[in-house]
């Protein structure tokens, strides 16, 4: 039945959707796997697969041959999972050495791997009009994260599950817990900016980050997912290089970089599989049921004074406790009564690092903090080294709970508890 659609000519009937061989395959499907009959799902696999009829004059080329193209619906109506590929580029970055961790890697490809990467036939066959600049994207050095996503049974849903959703459902409700990224994006990032870039960074007054993250791009494996529109490099940043050659000047294009110091690339070689695999160890104790990882990526992906906030949320996350603010919480006899909540998570910043200078480099923060909240006069503009010391503190304080949790599973208010009788004497 595929070979019958794809004998169809240009340019195809006025609705697919209820043309006679396309409703038969549409019936054939749903008998074979045992799922509703698909439609829209179908249309989308039809498209990726390049139906002829719908490919523009001069790219039937395109089109995949009808027995491979069979094939690969039967697998698509067969799969259980399917690869979900999260393409990140680091924009801004350095020079950086290629990094693998996890399902997930750091580096610069060609063209042609980046081609692969993107599934450019795929483009091509379902927006042959809208094609990926892969050599100007191929300048830049990607973050490539993959995960296996359990599949919906039902090709439809999958395709369309705006047309499953509950009418009743509020449309407005919030999870907490979700990020801009993707959780599995955001998990590698929340790993990557761990390391200390602040450190590294020779440009603290322009950006204090080794690179940005302003997109990613999602290639989902599943045939009855359509595919996003492919980015453009004018996205990214981009500036004049004017070579020699010959005698005369050629302009030309390569990315913008904030450069870093000579330790980075030593600090970088601490980015591997086993340290990845700690940190997941270390998320699955009860010193991270707190939203630590969220706000640490919050800080990065954010700019101005809400860089600086979600960096203090993240410290409170990490070290304060609800008892910190309600005294009746707490227990009796309380060894640090009269100890108000900055303190105690002041006090346990300076055990965790055992660095009692930390102490008063977070009371200062938190009373900058306290004083945008609560509207008070005079507040000044804030500094770059209190804008990086922010940072700092707060990526310091999360790798030390990472430490920590590495100890052994705990009791979250044990160990804060601990670290508290540990700092007390620090202020």
Request: hydrophobic share 45%.
């Amino acid at each position: 039945m595929v070979e019958d659609l794809w004998r169809i000519p240009r340019p195809g009937p006025k609705n697919l959707l209820r043309a006679p061989r396309f409703t038969a395959l549409s019936e054939l499907c749903a008998a074979e796997y045992g799922i509703d009959k698909p439609v829209f799902a179908l249309s989308t696999a039809l498209r990726s697969l390049g139906l002829p009829c719908h490919l523009p004059a001069g790219k039937t080329h395109l089109a995949l041959d009808p027995v491979v193209a069979a094939n690969a619906l039967d697998e698509a109506c067969r799969h259980k999972t399917s690869v979900r590929r999260h393409l990140c580029p680091l924009d801004l970055a350095d020079d950086l050495p290629v990094m693998t961790f996890g399902r997930s890697r750091i580096a610069q490809f060609s063209a042609d791997e980046l081609a692969a990467l993107f599934d450019v036939p795929r483009i091509e066959r379902t927006m042959p009009n809208e094609p990926l600049d892969a050599r100007r994207l191929a300048q830049f050095q990607w973050l490539v994260v993959e995960e296996e996503i359990a599949l919906d049974p039902q090709p439809e849903k999958r395709a369309s599950p705006w047309m499953y959703m509950a009418m009743n459902r509020d449309f407005g409700e919030i999870d907490p817990h979700l990020g801009r990224f993707p959780p599995a994006v955001e998990a590698a990032l929340f790993y990557l900016i761990l390391a200390p870039w602040e450190d590294w960074s020779t440009m603290q007054e322009v950006d204090w980050r080794g690179f940005r993250l302003p997109w990613i791009h999602t290639v989902d494996e599943d045939l009855f997912i359509r595919p996003a529109t492919p980015p453009s490099a004018d996205s990214l940043t981009l500036e004049p290089w004017i070579v020699g050659d010959d005698g005369e000047e050629l302009e030309l294009e390569r990315p913008t970089e904030l450069p870093l110091s000579d330790d980075a690339m030593r600090g970088l070689a601490l980015v591997t599989n086993q340290a990845w695999r700690d940190l997941e160890t270390a998320r699955a104790t009860p010193l991270f049921e707190t939203p630590i990882a969220h706000f640490l990526v919050r800080a990065f992906l954010s700019d101005g004074i809400d860089e600086v906030m979600a960096h203090m949320t993240a410290i409170e996350a990490a070290v304060g406790l609800e008892m910190d603010h309600k005294a009746f919480m707490r227990p009796k006899p309380d060894p640090h009564k009269g100890m108000n909540a900055t303190n105690r998570v002041a006090a346990r910043i300076g055990a965790l690092l055992n660095d009692k200078s930390s102490v008063q480099e977070y009371k200062d923060l938190f009373e900058l903090r306290s004083q945008f909240v609560h509207g008070r006069g005079g507040l000044q503009k804030m500094s770059t080294p209190q804008r990086v010391l922010a940072r700092s503190l707060a990526r310091s304080v999360a790798a030390g709970i990472v430490d920590l949790a590495l100890q052994g599973p705990r009791p979250r208010v044990d160990v804060l508890s601990d670290l508290l009788d540990q700092g007390a004497p620090l202020l």
